[in-house]
């Protein structure tokens, strides 16, 4: 029986020693982007590893607490503490070992859009926003707001943040859909309690390692003056580009059309640098949906998540927070929009075995 079970770490500890022995090869630097791609294997790697050996330490402590406490050298909580801590190791590994997609490992572009409501709704979506931000920030995650589009009075109408840290998209996937806020309105004279929804999309961020064609003949562009938060140049120059790409979607296989607008930088060129990869991600993200809707004949039958679908209820005045895919809920309503969603998502990648789909 290999050591590690379903973890299979005898099989990552040979792996880890061949992929480090590649950058040990002269000019191994050569080629930075392959180069950078290779340390990334290498270091998903070494985090599995140090995962498993983090869960057989645990279990050896908990082993040795329970020990101490039949000679009542520990008491029952520290046995008890000693247990939780090596659950909640094992679940942890047990999450990331379901993530094994190709499109999981990559980072996201998570895309906000207001509901239908004027202010109400668009307040809610920056509310999205920042609690999608703190999320990432809490896991130690790159993120950067590449389009912001501010709403009438208050809030954003739209807003898209690409974040990059290790199983990104693995993690956030189950995020997409629709999200519901029922609250008593700051914006209601009456203080009436309204009900609005805000859209989350999330797509993988491609990589240099996953190749994805894009047509020229189908790709123009537009330029615009950016809006939104801050920048010297802010409304003086037109940084911010709009491309429009025809082609023939791979799902229906019918004509289709996708905008991208990205204002994040000074420069049109770097503008346009980041739209084609967004635009890449779209393109990928369309490619792994037929592959899914291939595999889904082969799987009827097995429970689905339908994407688009109301996914979760933020009910502030009943201090509750409730995911109706796998019924999961907190009452600390104002840790959830400070970006403490691990729970949500971990149960919902429990339940469906990280096929979000």
Request: charged share 30%.
């Amino acid at each position: 029986m290999r050591s590690g079970g379903i973890f299979d770490i005898e099989s990552k500890e040979i792996q880890l020693e061949e992929e480090e022995e590649r950058t040990q090869v002269p000019g191994f630097w050569d080629n930075t982007k392959a180069a950078e791609a290779q340390m990334r294997k290498v270091k998903e790697l070494k985090n599995w590893i140090e995962g498993y050996r983090g869960v057989k330490t645990a279990c050896e402590e908990l082993q040795l607490a329970f020990d101490f406490f039949k000679e009542d050298a520990v008491s029952e909580q520290d046995v008890d503490e000693a247990y939780a801590h090596l659950v909640e190791l094992v679940e942890n590994l047990e999450m990331k070992n379901m993530l094994s997609q190709e499109e999981d490992r990559l980072g996201a572009v998570v895309k906000i859009v207001a509901g239908a409501g004027g202010t109400e709704a668009q307040d809610w979506a920056e509310m999205l926003l920042r609690m999608y931000t703190r999320w990432c920030e809490r896991q130690g995650f790159k993120v950067e707001v590449t389009n912001f589009q501010s709403g009438d009075e208050a809030g954003i109408k739209t807003a898209t943040i690409q974040t990059e840290g290790e199983m990104a998209f693995g993690y956030l996937k189950s995020e997409n859909g629709v999200h519901r806020l029922v609250r008593v309105s700051p914006y209601n004279a009456q203080g009436k309690r309204m009900t609005s929804f805000a859209s989350v999309f999330v797509v993988p961020l491609v990589d240099d390692s996953i190749e994805v064609e894009i047509n020229p003949a189908g790709l123009t562009w537009d330029t615009f003056r950016s809006s939104g938060a801050g920048g010297q140049n802010v409304n003086k120059v037109e940084t911010g580009v709009r491309c429009h790409y025809k082609f023939v979607n791979p799902v229906t296989n019918q004509p289709d059309e996708i905008v991208i607008e990205n204002t994040e930088s000074r420069s049109q060129f770097g503008n346009k640098d980041n739209a084609l990869r967004l635009l890449k991600s779209q393109l990928y993200e369309l490619e792994l949906e037929k592959r899914r809707k291939a595999q889904a004949i082969v799987e009827a039958g097995k429970k689905k998540i339908e994407w688009g679908s109301q996914i979760r209820s933020y009910v502030f005045d009943d201090r509750r927070v409730k995911d109706h895919r796998t019924n999961y809920q907190t009452s600390n309503v104002q840790a959830v929009m400070d970006g403490d969603i691990d729970g949500f998502i971990k149960a919902c990648l429990m339940e469906f075995g990280g096929k979000v789909e």
